[in-house]
């Protein structure tokens, strides 16, 4: 009778106990650790689709694009947003808008150096508002003794400072003090006076202002000059003149000058640029969105979010928002329509005249407040939530599903060690007994 081999058997028995559940668990945990790779997935390309659609709907951006180009150059340029009308205009630009400089009357041996008083009131007034330097407070370093540099950096670090800025320059050997506003036009002149100080050399500076630019509000006509629409700003950028055009002018015309022409129109090729960014973000959305959630058949694995309620409702909601009208218009009407496979195309011939046509409903339709591309962004908000969002809470649910299969693992491998050591005792009795009876046999060889 030949003996066996202990170790073997018990291993190979210990391994039949456990082998059913180790496969099971496995499988378990290899399915929970797909799903929690598809939604990081799937997650990924939601927040790419998140961030292509904010881009678009910012405050200083939108879909739709329009143009304004000039006649000539140098007088001015112009700037059309989503609302602007095509159409013509004449342009005629009078004058540019200037900031008020002047240098205080202060004696000719002025430099960074020379004392002033320490006491009495400086004051300014810009457009309206005021700013009170205490001299007593000037001095910096605590010597008892103000300078002109200190003085300087007094008005210019105020936090009361109405707009004007402080300068010491150098000219001809001569130190001058300059002061500017520090916005065009009339209105923001700076005005200035001291009291109090006890020196007449201080306060005269102040009151003898040599002015050195003029402040001065921009002027254009809309039209030809003296006939047209005089329209006036402090500032050379003129907001909304004509609605959606922003005009910046940069040098004035001769009195005689002809008007210059501005054409107001569809930018196609930014929006169809813009649009097509807007569709691809979306494709590729639902391209990790079919490749994990497919039913399977035909050739076709089945996906390993399949019939998942997440993402289910994500495509749910995605498909009434982009079926929905917003302002009177939906993305049917603009030539963007939604395939078979759930594809998003675009008619750019049918796009374009939209654009042509009904320009201002377009952009209303994408980026009107509470819109389409608001709309989208609010319906992702809540599975994007870095802490708590819902893909994040599946994500962290099916990583304890994991830990809780880990849990069993160790279960088992306990369950392993105490099977093995019991079919270890068991076979190394039984290969002692046959031992016996091998030795007990031979006697009667």
């Known amino acids: 009778m030949s003996s066996l081999d202990p170790i073997t058997m018990a291993t190979q028995l210990a391994t039949y106990d456990v082998q059913p559940f180790q496969i099971r668990y496995q499988m378990q945990a290899d399915k929970y650790q797909g799903q929690i790779t598809a939604l990081g997935k799937v997650e990924s390309a939601l927040r790419d689709f998140r961030t292509a659609v904010n881009e678009m709907n910012g405050s200083n951006s939108s879909v739709i694009k329009n143009t304004a180009t000039v006649s000539q150059d140098g007088f001015f340029t112009a700037n059309a947003n989503a609302n602007a009308l095509a159409g013509s205009y004449q342009v005629f630009v009078e004058q540019v808008a200037t900031a008020h400089q002047a240098s205080a009357g202060m004696p000719a041996d002025l430099d960074a150096n020379t004392q002033i008083p320490t006491t009495g009131t400086l004051s300014f007034t810009v457009n309206g508002e005021k700013m009170d330097i205490d001299l007593s407070n000037v001095d910096t370093d605590g010597d008892g003794k103000a300078t002109m540099s200190d003085l300087v950096k007094s008005i210019n670090g105020d936090s009361t400072n109405p707009g004007v ?61 003296d006939s047209g629409l005089k329209l006036t700003n402090s500032s050379n950028t003129f907001e909304g003149v004509i609605d959606g055009v922003d005009i910046t002018v940069t040098k004035a015309q001769d009195a005689g000058d002809a008007a210059i022409g501005m054409d107001v129109g569809a930018d196609s090729e930014s ?76 008619d750019a011939d049918k796009f374009a005249e939209a654009q042509k046509s009904n320009g201002a409903a377009l952009e209303q339709m994408f980026n009107g407040e509470g819109n389409l591309l608001d709309s989208i962004d609010g319906m992702m908000e809540p599975y994007l939530k870095f802490s708590s969002g819902l893909l994040t809470s599946r994500k962290d649910s099916l990583q304890q599903n994991i830990e809780r299969i880990d849990d069993k693992q160790t279960q088992l491998e306990r369950k392993y060690e105490m099977s093995y050591d019991r079919y270890l005792k068991q076979f190394t009795q039984m290969n002692q007994i046959m031992a016996q009876m091998n030795q007990t046999m031979s006697m009667f060889g």
Do not use: C
Not at 169 to 191: C, I
Not at 208 to 223: F, H, Q, R, S, Y
């Open 271 to 346: 929006t169809k640029e813009q649009v097509t960014k807007f569709i691809d973000a979306y494709n590729s959305l639902v391209g990790a969105l079919d490749a994990h959630t497919s039913i399977g058949g035909d050739g076709v694995s089945r996906g390993v979010l399949a019939n998942d309620p997440t993402l289910r409702s994500i495509e749910s909601q995605l498909s009434s928002i982009l079926r929905a009208d917003f302002g009177g218009m939906n993305l049917s009407e603009a030539g963007i329509s939604i395939d078979r496979e759930g594809k998003m195309k675009l």
């Open 165 to 225: 800025n402080a300068t010491l320059v150098r000219s001809n050997g001569q130190t001058h003090l300059m002061l500017s506003s520090t916005e065009t036009g009339e209105a923001n002149r700076v005005q200035v006076s001291a009291s109090g100080t006890g020196a007449a050399w201080f306060e005269d500076g102040f009151t003898n202002l040599n002015e050195i630019t003029a402040p001065k509000d921009a002027v254009i006509w809309l039209g030809a000059k």
